[in-house]
């Protein structure tokens, strides 16, 4: 999804399972300042939108926007996120990597 170090950010959607021990809902924005380099600064916006129930849940996080950077500093980073539930799981592309 992303590597803040050598991997550049993609847009698109992401899908991670999540265990919570209890029902919990998150509805917020975060923002916080990503540094490009020493002169300049970038925002950050993370949206959430979740209702989490005990247990196991599928959650999507989807890159609205990429700041492209210098690759010889550090890698392109989101600067638009929203963390939701799970919407269509037919868009779901299921890829394996292992080592």
């Given at each position: 999804m992303e590597d803040p170090g050598y991997i550049n950010a993609v847009k698109g959607s992401f899908y991670e399972v999540m265990y919570v021990e209890e029902d919990v809902a998150i509805n917020m924005t975060c923002v916080?300042?990503?540094y490009v380099d020493e002169n300049q600064q970038v925002e950050s916006?993370?949206?959430f939108d979740i209702e989490l129930?005990?247990?196991f849940n599928w959650?999507?996080?989807?890159?609205?926007e990429v700041h492209e950077t210098d690759p010889s500093i550090r890698a392109?980073?989101?600067?638009k996120v929203t963390i939701s539930n799970l919407k269509d799981p037919s868009k779901m592309l299921w890829i394996g990597s292992y080592f």
């Open positions: 916080s300042s990503v916006h993370y949206s129930k005990k247990g959650v999507e996080y989807t890159i609205h392109s980073f989101p600067s």
